[in-house]
């Protein structure tokens, strides 16, 4: 959803990024579990690759007014 369109998805980059920094930050405080350390560094690696892609789109932009447009303002 957020490739197609970017600006388009009220609340869709906000609820990524809260769902990849807390998956980050569990598998940070299981390390001991099998597979942990990989999940810590493949999530981290998406969550920090998500925060760019936020900031290059202007991800915040959908909560202005307007933004959607007049025609898919809900």
């Known amino acids: 959803m957020l490739a197609l369109a970017p600006r388009k998805q009220r609340g869709m ?7 990849k920094i807390a998956v980050t930050i569990q598998a ?4 001991d579990v099998p597979n942990a350390l990989l999940t810590l ?5 998406v969550s920090t690759t998500t925060i760019a892609g936020y900031l290059l789109c202007r991800g915040w932009h959908t909560w202005h007014r307007g933004a959607l447009g007049p025609n898919d303002n809900r």
């Open 41 to 45: 560094i493949a999530d981290g690696l």
């Open 28 to 31: 940070a405080f299981i390390l």
């Open 13 to 19: 980059w906000e609820l990524l990024l809260i769902h």
